[in-house]
């Protein structure tokens, strides 16, 4: 018979957990650039579909107000920057 062990590195997890994070914002920092670069000026019933393909992209949705918002800031040609939260790991 064979013994088998397992020893789980909590704190590698953690340091996974957090790159992902910040890679994710860094990702959609750029998918959101991209957005900025190719509506800038564009009306703002155009941007919003993208936003929302964007936002679905990423398994999740953008909602009233915050994709108002966000159309008049990408019509306005302003810079939307991602930042990650850092991981509550006290639940």
Not at 58 to 65: A, F, Q
């Amino acid at each position: 018979m064979t013994n088998v062990s397992f020893e789980f590195n909590e704190e590698g997890l953690r340091r996974v957990a957090e790159e992902a994070v910040r890679d994710t914002a860094a990702q959609q920092t750029q998918d959101l650039e991209r957005l900025r670069q190719q509506y800038t000026g564009q009306p703002i019933e155009a941007i919003r579909p993208a936003l929302q393909q964007l936002f679905a992209g990423y398994g999740g949705s953008i909602t009233e107000p915050d994709l108002s918002d966000w159309a008049q800031l990408i019509h306005d040609g302003t810079r939307i920057e991602m930042t990650p939260e850092p991981i509550d790991w006290s639940r």
